[in-house]
């Protein structure tokens, strides 16, 4: 198939190019708009107890979830005053009467301590905003500048958890075009030092952009029936620009060899394909089953991720065996250079390593165990309003919340109960909880076991007689293990079947819900990148090799995780706030991205070795031949795919900070001291076992005969 694409794209190269062309500017158009028809999402999992009891808040009680919190600080220094007390309730009415608002809780209406600051300046006004999040936060972003304001008698800022999310979003656009405007000068200019002939760069940029537009014309596509995360534009960005580049190097540097051989322009362009597109499908392949296994986790968020590596593999893989292999056959004399010297500094380390096998590959084992450690410690927690940059006025109204407020009322956990009953000793016994400010329930507002006044908020009870009761939270429970605290209410006898939900409870599911699936899609990952790899070697050992490799960079990318953003070094540098603990999707997410893109190095280190190995059947020489002719090429490759990713360092979300930074770092130590060091003194030691199969299973492995007579000279 490989082959036949190849001759297609030199026999019919002014009709493919015409057509990508055509094909890139369609789909820059379309997918321009991208950002736009992508959604936002909400940290909470489909069918969990927190989800139902938000069903049974919004249905049966038309409450739920205060998202949208103003503080209100008084002009006079006293939210007691006649003025403040009028102006707190105007603005409250003005509230309630915005579109989307369908609950308001003001200080001044309900009289309630959770709502005061302790020093008496501050009071807080909360609201819901009924609707999807990307509804919400739509209409939060005219809303905000609106409510943000200094009158006569009041100060307003805004803030909550869908104020914070909101900001987020943008962050993480602003974020998008900021890589975007860095990432492509950078690349380019990368390309030109690697490949030292401009027409070459711009061919692999090509094949990059191609990727990109691709992708995020196919991410609005699926929008238009499915959700999809604005997240996943910016994974489309640096993973469609670094695959791009990748397999665009590895095509362009496979037909410089074949011209270097002798053989005629459009005949190499056919044996380039055919080799080097073999690898670049199998590497495609192995990218997007990692990814894929996002799909096992039950949100949009994460599954957003698997379709954008799935299309961003297809447009890659398509760039770089169909349009470059046209794009060479017309100005392939343009891209043309000497190839790889005889000996360069990557086979020279691997020579000496493999003479002293037990030596190198114990020193580096030991560096990089040692920069693995601190995963030892990564604690899971939970997303806080550190994930913005200090200044950012969600945040900063966050803080002074938790500064000057003894409760946390934005984060009340909502239990409600399936039947009529009476509460009394529930509440009470609720409010002698650890972490537990207050309850509110139909009979009262209840703290430290006993009844202090009336409900502090309205509609605790649907017209069927069943009650809710609003357990409000200390800030130091918010800002301490939040499941913790949600398990202790729920572990609480109640005198009625009950749920527990609230924006904690929904925080907490979705950790639980993360953690217990984990397993399966790390099962995924291995077991379907082993099968891979075995495919296209024949080997039982070498995929067992790989994966064992594969964890190790990763142990290292969990590590700088631990050491840099949870524990905070560095965080005066790279500008972040580290709050003791890493929100659980995103090294999940990680996992999959570096996963995938250390076995695609794999891949194109073990193809060119297991060529080499076919030839001459000596697997020392193999493997220094494999090194020399491929690892400069992944090295540079490596670079350039981490400086994409690196684009994410100077990002303002934590969450693309961390993406950035840990992804980089481990592509970084992969095709060095993994691929160069570990890998030939793996292989060195294993000898002839590394070739070995059983007889039924050597049947299985993938083979292209077309493409082995087209590398035999067998061109027609």
């Given at each position: 198939m490989l082959t036949r694409l190849g001759r297609l794209a030199v026999h019919r190269n002014r009709a493919v190019l015409i057509g990508a062309l055509l094909v890139l500017l369609g789909l820059g158009a379309y997918g321009a708009g991208a950002q736009d028809d992508l959604d936002l999402a909400r940290w909470s999992s489909p069918g969990t107890e927190s989800v139902r009891a938000g069903e049974v808040l919004r249905d049966d009680f038309r409450t739920g979830n205060p998202n949208l919190a103003l503080l209100v600080t008084a002009r006079d220094g006293d939210v007691d005053s006649p003025r403040t007390q009028r102006a707190g309730r105007e603005l409250a009415a003005e509230v309630g009467r915005l579109a989307l608002v369908t609950d308001v809780t003001s200080y001044w209406d309900a009289e309630s301590p959770a709502l005061r600051a302790e020093d008496g300046r501050r009071g807080l006004i909360l609201a819901r905003l009924e609707g999807t999040a990307t509804e919400t936060r739509a209409q939060l972003a005219t809303l905000s500048p609106q409510l943000t304001r200094s009158i006569a008698d009041l100060d307003v800022r805004v803030g909550g958890q869908e104020e914070i999310s909101r900001q987020v979003g943008e962050e993480a656009r602003a974020d998008f075009l900021r890589a975007e405007a860095f990432a492509l000068p950078a690349v380019l200019l990368l390309l030109i030092l690697v490949h030292r002939r401009t027409v070459a760069a711009l061919l692999t940029v090509a094949v990059g952009l191609l990727s990109v537009l691709g992708t995020l014309a196919g991410l609005r596509l699926l929008a238009q029936f499915t959700e999809v995360s604005t997240f996943a534009a910016n994974l489309a960005l640096v993973l469609g620009l670094g695959l791009g580049v990748d397999y665009s190097l590895f095509v362009i540097n496979r037909y410089r060899e074949e011209r270097a051989a002798g053989h005629p322009q459009q005949q190499a362009v056919v044996r380039a394909t055919a080799a080097a597109g073999r690898t670049v499908v199998f590497s495609g392949v192995t990218v997007a089953v990692s990814l894929c296994a996002l799909l096992v986790f039950p949100f949009f968020f994460l599954s957003s991720f698997a379709y954008a590596g799935v299309l961003v593999v297809l447009s890659a893989v398509a760039g770089a065996v169909l349009v470059l292999p046209a794009a060479l056959a017309r100005w392939g004399h343009r891209v043309e250079r000497p190839t790889a010297p005889a000996s360069g500094f990557w086979h020279r380390t691997a020579l000496a390593a493999m003479s002293r096998p037990l030596l190198a590959g114990s020193a580096v084992l030991a560096v990089l165990l040692l920069?693995?450690?601190?995963?030892?410690?990564?604690?899971?927690?939970?997303?806080?309003?550190?994930?913005?940059?200090?200044?950012?006025?969600?945040?900063?109204?966050?803080e002074t919340v938790h500064r000057d407020f003894a409760a946390e009322p934005t984060d009340t956990v909502q239990v409600v109960l399936d039947e009529p009953a009476d509460t009394r000793a529930y509440a009470a016994e609720l409010s002698r909880l650890p972490g537990v400010f207050q309850v509110d329930a139909t009979s009262g507002a209840y703290r430290d076991g006993s009844r202090v006044g009336a409900p502090g908020q309205d509609r605790l009870a649907a017209p069927d007689g069943r009650v809710r009761l609003a357990v409000v939270p200390t800030q130091q429970a918010m800002y301490g293990d939040v499941p913790a605290f949600v398990e202790r209410i729920r572990d609480t006898p109640a005198p009625a079947p009950a749920l527990v939900g609230g924006y904690p409870g929904e925080t907490t599911d979705f950790r639980a819900t993360l953690l217990d699936r984990l397993p399966f899609a790390v099962g995924i990952v291995l077991v379907a990148t082993y099968v891979i790899l075995f495919l296209m070697t024949g080997s039982v050992l070498?995929?067992?090799?790989?994966?064992?490799?594969?964890?190790?960079?990763?142990?290292?990318?969990?590590?700088?995780?631990?050491?840099?953003?949870?524990?905070?070094?560095?965080?005066?540098?790279?500008?972040?706030?580290?709050?003791?603990?890493?929100?659980?999707?995103?090294?999940?997410?990680?996992?999959?991205?570096?996963y995938g893109l250390s076995m695609d190095y794999e891949v194109f280190m073990l193809a060119r070795i297991k060529e080499e190995h076919e030839r001459t059947g000596e697997t020392e020489r193999a493997v220094g031949e494999g090194i020399r002719r491929s690892a400069p090429l992944i090295t540079a490759a490596a670079g350039i795919l981490a400086l994409s990713f690196l684009s994410y360092a100077t990002s303002g979300v934590v969450f693309l900070k961390e993406l950035g930074i840990g992804t980089a770092l481990t592509i970084l130590v992969d095709a060095t001291l993994i691929r160069v060091v570990l890998l030939p003194v793996t292989m060195r030691l294993a000898g002839r076992a590394n070739w070995w199969a059983p007889r039924r299973l050597r049947r299985l492995r993938i083979?292209?005969?077309?493409?082995?007579?087209?590398?035999?000279?067998?061109?027609?």
């Open positions: 920069a693995a450690a601190p995963a030892l410690g990564l604690r899971f927690g939970l997303p806080d309003e550190r994930t913005l940059p200090e200044g950012a006025s969600s945040r900063t109204t966050s070498l995929p067992a090799k790989a994966t064992v490799l594969n964890l190790l960079s990763l142990a290292v990318m969990f590590g700088c995780l631990v050491w840099v953003f949870q524990d905070g070094h560095l965080s005066g540098l790279l500008g972040f706030t580290p709050t003791g603990s890493i929100e659980p999707s995103i090294p999940v997410l990680m996992f999959c991205v570096a083979r292209e005969p077309e493409a082995a007579d087209v590398l035999r000279g067998e061109y027609v």
